[in-house]
């Protein structure tokens, strides 16, 4: 009876543990953050808007978070988050006046279109918004350059 017992139970205890253990390892996805355009201010009363100093600020933003600059084009830099089997890479559109964060790809994250919502594992949506909240906060904290050129001051970002 006893042998009977664990030949029954012992396999749905072990797949049980089993399905707890890998479940919690895979978060289910969640709707994907989609942030929209940051606009920033110039810091230096008179100085003129500056592309360069925003994109010193993306730069600083992505070192201090842990991404990796892949691409960097006047106007746009690509950047790519890693962590164990995950990966996320993004574009930054930026100009003198803010920037823009837009999707480009990811490993290991399960991204996927759901009828009209688009979906992805919870840990993009909070590297995406930790590097957003890191770039304005970059900029309100950045001190004019040498040469004249000022570093952006965070303005706002437009609500969804």
């Known amino acids: 009876m006893r042998s ?32 929209r355009r940051v606009e920033l201010a110039v810091r230096g009363a008179g100085q003129p808007p500056d592309p360069l100093a925003v994109r010193r600020v993306i730069l600083a933003a992505a070192a201090t978070r842990g991404w990796q600059a892949t691409s960097d084009q006047p106007g746009m830099v690509t950047l790519v988050a890693s962590a164990r089997e995950h990966s996320a890479t993004v574009d930054v559109v930026y100009d003198a006046g803010g920037f823009l964060l837009r999707y480009r790809d990811s490993v290991g994250l399960d991204h996927a279109v759901d009828g009209d919502r688009t979906v992805i594992h919870p840990r993009y949506n909070k590297w995406v918004t930790e590097l957003s909240n890191e770039i304005r906060r970059e900029a309100r904290d950045a001190v004019p350059q040498r040469g004249g050129t000022a570093a952006p001051a965070a303005a706002s970002a437009q609500s969804p």
């Open 4 to 35: 009977d017992f664990r030949r029954r139970v012992a396999p749905v205890l072990v797949a049980a543990v089993m399905a707890v253990a890998t479940g919690s390892a895979g978060a289910s996805p969640q709707t994907m953050v989609e942030p």
